[in-house]
Structure formats: C-alpha cells, structure tokens
C-alpha cells in the first residue's frame, strides 16, 4: 500500500505554512517508487500461457548468433549449441536462472538521494532513446541532435519531480568518432544530472574510456563499484530471436565493469516480432530469459533488468505506432510478466508518434504513462519528451511531460480506503451540524497537498481569468522554464579540478560551465 495518511496536529496556521514549504517525502502525493500492479491485462492463466510459450521457444527455437565468448558462456552454463549454429536452453536451465537471478536491484545515484529501488511493483519514470533530431518548437523545425541537447536534457531531467531517472535520450550526431562520441554522451549526462543515468555503447572497445571517467568521478575504482551511478542499455538481441553479436560483447564488458544491465529487446510488432500482441509479448519475454541466462553466466547474480520493449506497428504503412493503445497494452502486459517473474523489468510507455508536443502528444503519452504504472512497471522508460516515433527529442515537451507523469504517478498510487477516507465523520459534521459543504473543513484542509497532485503547466482557470493572464500558451511556459532552468551553472556540474582532470584525459567537446 501506499500509506500518506497526513498528521493532524496543529492548527490551520499551521497547515498553511507548512503549504509554503516543500512536503517531506512520505507525505508528498507521488514520489519515485510508488506501488503500481492494480492493473492485470492477463488472466494468471493467460500469464502461464505466455510463460509456457516462452520456455517452448528458448527450448526449440533457441538464439543465432551468439559471439564465440557468448557461445562459451552459455553451453558452460548448460545451454546447448546445435549443428544449425542456434544455441537452445533447456529448461531447467531458464528456472533455475529465474529463481537465482538477483532480486535486489538499486540503481544508485551519483548523490545519494535519487537512488531507485527496484523490487515488487515499485514505480519509476525517465527518459530514454537514441533520439538522431531535436524538435525546435521555434518554427517547428527538426534539426540533428548534439551533444549540447544532450547535457541540457540532463540539466531539465535533474530539477523536475517527476523524472526519476536520466537515460540517454538521444545520439550526439555532432561527434563522428563514434569512441569520443559514447564518452562524451556520459560526461554529459552525469554534469548535468546527479539522478540515475543510462547509456549504451556501441562497440566493446568503447567501454573502457567510458569507465576510466566513471571512476575518476566516483573516486576510484573501488568507490563506483561500490555506487555504480550509470548502467548499461543494451539491445544484445535481434529479433527475431537472434543475439547481437556486438551487443553481447559489451554486455561482457560492462558486467565485468560493474554496469547494471538493461536487456533491451525491440521487436517490433508485425515485422520482427509476431503481429498479435500475445506473441509479441511471448518472443520478448523468451529473448530475455536467454538474456538472463547470458548475464548470469557470465556473472551469477548480476544486476541485470528485464527490458522487454516490444514496440507496435501500423500494419497500414509499417510505420511505428508506439503511441497506441497498442502499444500501451505491450507494456502493461509486459509489466504483468516481470512480476510473475518477480525481477525487476521496464518497457517503454510515453512516447507519441506526433511531430510536436501537441494535443496528439498529450493523449498518446497519458494513455501509456497510466497504463505502466497501474500495471506496476519498474522502469518506465521513454515517459517524456519523445516524438516522431522515437526520432526526435524535445527540451520543452519533457518539461511538460513532468505533468503528464505526476498524474500517471497520481493514478498509480491508487485509492486508500480507510476510516479516516471513508468520511463518515466529515459526512455527519458537514450535513447535519456544518455549512453543507466541505470547503475549508479541517480534513479538506489538512489532506490537500497529500491526496491531490496540482500541476506546474496545466491550466485550471476560468476563461475570464485565462483572459486577464494574457492568454497564457503552454508550449511558451514550458519555453519560459527552459529557459529559466539552463540560466545558470548546473546544481550536478563536476568540481572544477576534477572536470579539469578529465579533460586532461579525454576530449570532452562540451564548453566548461
């Protein structure tokens, strides 16, 4: 449950200072982690279907391609390497890996005070991606990406509420060396953030100069394993049911490193994953659980999260559709899986089709964002700032999004039925002693911060007022807060000998802050 029964002590003086001051966590209306699973798209029978078929495909289907180390690791483990060159998984093997895998996954952050726990249903919200264009709202224009964007993304996502985590949005396209390219995607998101931060890498060899920074920003070697503040994303399959052979070679080394691991499989529905959402949903749970086996193998317990991404398609044009219902049912019953597993998962919810950040975007990016947080989705990846389909990213549309999450975070900490909520006190005092309403009552009073999320954008005011504000325009206020947010030095920026180290060492192509 998610208990944030109010103290009633003290007077109404009281309560409206305590209104000017920022909330204490236990009492705030949604934080990171709340509780989802309310939500059940499966049937426990459907959910054991979908299980059974998993196990059936890893035992006769099996994976192609894995690289020779991950040929090693696996048929070590008990895997089993036909003569069509496909690696099968008996399964017992999978069980035993599901029941060994580790369970108690936080996902630190670089000060202490964002770290994510990833057990049960425990909700958290972020962005994601490898976003090639930024969406200029200033004459609608969309333009490549750089490694600027990048580090002013991470400087939003660190002051708003309702993003508890940063994974690299999108790709800096201004860095050719595709090495500098990976390093300098790190520096920027940890100087503009202290929140969680995800990452990939494309080749094994880009690893290392990455986590030679990490440590000089952890303190060591010792300090950034014990507090390992950035994970890996990393897509180590090709659906359908084929191992990146690439991928799997820097999920090695980023296991051996002490990165937590996203296993990211992104079949797409109807093309590379099958067209019905069961059978989607079927193959990336099965893609997975050979993931789970590969970490495992090369190292038992792991942090690894169990990233089933499938994403929907118009079958139309063969165009993505990962703003639909469809999709929104994708992750849901994904989220219903990692539970039955009871390892910590993420999908991808929140992102729209729509070019901008308009009335397309808003109902797209509710509709997902609600879903995977009543169906109890650890990581909900991609939540905010996401358009065209994954290609293009938006600093102002993340802003808002930090709304759109507050109130998905709303609907996921669900209702709380207690004597206090039930009211028949109030009911009695109002209607047969009181003024018949229940305005400025004590208990109106005194849970009005704790049971409502007000948003920072949205517009609640009358017509006549809206008129008298000026007419105010949303995409402006977001502009405005943007603005405002990226005005001064970050709060995350590194100490300046250390900053000054790393770009001795590397060649950071960010300006010093």
Same mark, same amino acid.
């Given at each position: 449950?998610?208990?944030?029964?109010?103290?009633?002590?003290?007077?109404? &003086?009281?309560?409206?200072?305590?209104?000017?001051?920022?909330?204490? #966590?236990?009492?705030?209306?949604?934080?990171? !982690?709340?509780?989802?699973?309310?939500?059940?798209?499966?049937?426990?029978?459907?959910?054991?279907?979908?299980?059974?078929?998993?196990?059936?495909?890893?035992?006769?289907?099996?994976?192609?391609?894995?690289?020779?180390?991950?040929?090693?690791?696996?048929?070590?483990?008990?895997?089993?390497?036909?003569?069509?060159?496909?690696?099968?998984?008996?399964?017992?093997?999978?069980?035993?890996?599901?029941?060994?895998?580790?369970?108690?996954?936080?996902?630190?952050?670089?000060?202490?005070?964002? #770290?994510?726990?990833?057990?049960?249903?425990?909700?958290?919200?972020?962005?994601?991606?490898?976003?090639?264009? @930024?969406?200029?709202?200033?004459?609608?224009?969309?333009?490549?990406?750089?490694?600027?964007?990048?580090?002013?993304?991470?400087?939003?996502?660190?002051?708003?509420?309702?993003?508890?985590?940063?994974?690299?949005?999108?790709?800096?396209?201004?860095?050719?060396?595709?090495?500098?390219?990976?390093?300098?995607?790190?520096?920027?998101?940890?100087?503009?953030?202290?929140?969680?931060?995800?990452?990939?890498?494309?080749?094994?060899?880009?690893?290392?100069? &990455?986590?030679? @920074?990490?440590?000089?920003?952890? !303190?060591?070697?010792?300090?950034?394993?014990?507090?390992?503040?950035?994970?890996?994303?990393?897509?180590?399959?090709?659906?359908?049911?084929?191992?990146?052979?690439? *991928?799997?070679?820097? @999920?090695?080394?980023?296991?051996?490193?002490?990165?937590?691991?996203?296993?990211?499989?992104?079949?797409?529905?109807?093309?590379?994953?099958?067209?019905?959402?069961? !059978?989607?949903?079927?193959?990336?749970?099965?893609?997975?659980?050979?993931?789970?086996?590969?970490?495992?193998?090369?190292?038992?317990?792991?942090?690894?999260?169990?990233?089933?991404?499938?994403?929907?398609?118009?079958?139309?044009?063969?165009?993505?559709?990962?703003? *639909?219902?469809?999709?929104?049912?994708?992750?849901?019953?994904?989220?219903?899986?990692?539970?039955?597993?009871?390892?910590?998962?993420?999908?991808?919810?929140?992102?729209? #089709?729509?070019?901008?950040?308009?009335?397309?975007?808003?109902?797209?990016?509710?509709?997902?964002?609600?879903?995977?947080?009543?169906?109890?989705?650890? @990581?909900?990846?991609?939540?905010?700032?996401?358009?065209?389909?994954?290609?293009?990213?938006?600093?102002?549309?993340?802003?808002?999004?930090?709304?759109?999450?507050?109130?998905?975070?709303?609907?996921?900490?669900?209702?709380?039925?207690?004597?206090?909520?039930?009211?028949?006190?109030?009911?009695?005092?109002?209607?047969?002693?009181?003024?018949?309403?229940?305005?400025?009552?004590?208990?109106?009073?005194?849970?009005?911060?704790?049971?409502?999320?007000?948003?920072?954008?949205?517009?609640?005011?009358?017509?006549?007022?809206?008129?008298?504000?000026?007419?105010?325009?949303?995409?402006?206020?977001?502009?405005?807060?943007?603005?405002?947010?990226? &005005?001064?030095?970050?709060?995350?920026?590194?100490?300046? &000998?250390?900053?000054?180290?790393?770009?001795?060492?590397?060649?950071?192509?960010?300006?010093?802050?």
């Amino acid at each position: 449950m998610n208990d944030q029964t109010p103290s009633r002590s003290g007077g109404r &003086a009281a309560r409206r200072a305590a209104r000017a001051t920022a909330l204490p #966590d236990h009492l705030r209306p949604v934080r990171p !982690g709340l509780e989802g699973g309310r939500y059940n798209p499966l049937t426990d029978s459907e959910v054991q279907r979908i299980h059974t078929a998993a196990l059936d495909a890893l035992e006769t289907i099996g994976l192609a391609d894995a690289p020779p180390s991950g040929v090693e690791y696996l048929t070590s483990a008990g895997a089993i390497l036909g003569d069509d060159g496909r690696i099968r998984f008996p399964r017992a093997l999978v069980e035993d890996t599901i029941a060994k895998a580790n369970r108690s996954i936080t996902l630190c952050s670089r000060d202490g005070k964002h #770290d994510l726990d990833l057990s049960g249903s425990r909700v958290h919200y972020g962005t994601a991606g490898a976003a090639v264009h @930024m969406v200029d709202i200033d004459g609608q224009n969309y333009r490549d990406s750089t490694v600027q964007d990048l580090h002013d993304a991470a400087r939003i996502c660190d002051v708003l509420d309702n993003i508890h985590f940063c994974q690299r949005p999108m790709i800096c396209r201004d860095i050719p060396d595709t090495v500098e390219m990976e390093y300098n995607s790190v520096y920027a998101c940890v100087s503009g953030t202290t929140k969680h931060i995800g990452t990939s890498f494309s080749e094994p060899h880009c690893v290392a100069p &990455a986590v030679e @920074m990490l440590h000089m920003i952890a !303190g060591g070697e010792d300090a950034w394993r014990a507090r390992p503040f950035v994970s890996n994303t990393n897509c180590f399959v090709v659906p359908p049911m084929k191992f990146a052979s690439e *991928s799997c070679q820097v @999920m090695e080394e980023c296991i051996k490193a002490g990165l937590p691991v996203l296993l990211l499989s992104a079949g797409m529905s109807g093309a590379t994953a099958p067209s019905t959402i069961a !059978g989607a949903i079927v193959q990336a749970v099965a893609e997975c659980l050979a993931g789970l086996v590969y970490v495992n193998a090369v190292k038992p317990g792991a942090p690894a999260i169990f990233g089933t991404w499938p994403f929907g398609l118009d079958l139309r044009t063969g165009a993505m559709s990962i703003g *639909s219902g469809e999709q929104a049912l994708l992750s849901a019953g994904c989220a219903q899986m990692h539970r039955f597993y009871d390892l910590p998962g993420g999908a991808a919810a929140g992102a729209t #089709d729509s070019k901008l950040p308009d009335m397309q975007a808003g109902w797209e990016q509710m509709c997902s964002n609600v879903m995977a947080g009543i169906s109890g989705l650890n @990581m909900v990846y991609e939540a905010a700032g996401m358009h065209a389909s994954l290609l293009g990213f938006c600093h102002e549309s993340l802003i808002l999004g930090d709304d759109i999450i507050g109130q998905a975070l709303r609907c996921t900490r669900g209702i709380e039925v207690t004597d206090e909520t039930l009211a028949l006190d109030q009911m009695a005092k109002v209607c047969m002693e009181g003024p018949g309403h229940y305005l400025g009552t004590e208990q109106t009073l005194s849970r009005m911060q704790s049971d409502c999320v007000y948003p920072t954008f949205g517009d609640r005011t009358s017509p006549k007022e809206w008129v008298e504000l000026g007419k105010p325009d949303l995409l402006e206020k977001a502009a405005a807060r943007k603005l405002e947010i990226l &005005a001064s030095r970050p709060a995350a920026a590194l100490d300046f &000998a250390l900053d000054a180290d790393i770009r001795d060492t590397f060649n950071i192509h960010l300006p010093s802050s």
